[in-house]
């Protein structure tokens, strides 16, 4: 099971902190066409998802890495399940697909029970 963990914790991470160093560090007008929900947040807005992305991918692995607060692994995964959460619903209500926003969601659930 801990190779599991490892897999998953390793796919998120990677995948959170390419999308928030995106966020955080290009203009929103960039995502436009392949993101269209972003019109509904301003540049800072995006700018603080991106971090918070990447925070929490950082979040997945370092701590349980190092053995340094390992606890923060799991709080992590419940804080990057909870912005799926949130993502799903802004899909949801612009008539979007959200399915990956629930891979996702599943995949942190997995984490954060296997790791607490």
């Known amino acids: 099971m801990n190779v599991v963990l490892w897999i998953l ?26 993101m269209p929900y972003v019109e509904e947040f301003s540049q800072p807005q995006m700018r603080a998802i991106g971090a918070v992305e990447m925070l ?13 607060a390992p606890i923060l692994t799991p709080l992590a995964a419940v804080g990057l399940g909870i912005t799926m959460i949130v993502a799903a619903q802004v899909h949801r209500r612009r008539k979007e697909s959200f399915a990956a926003n629930l891979v996702l969601l599943a995949m942190a659930v997995i984490v954060a029970i296997g790791r607490f």
């Open 56 to 68: 929490g991918a950082l979040g997945l692995v370092l701590p349980w890495a190092t053995g340094i």
């Open 9 to 34: 914790q390793a796919l998120l991470a990677v995948l959170f902190l390419a999308v928030g160093f995106l966020k955080l560090t290009q203009p929103k007008d960039k995502f436009k066409a392949r």
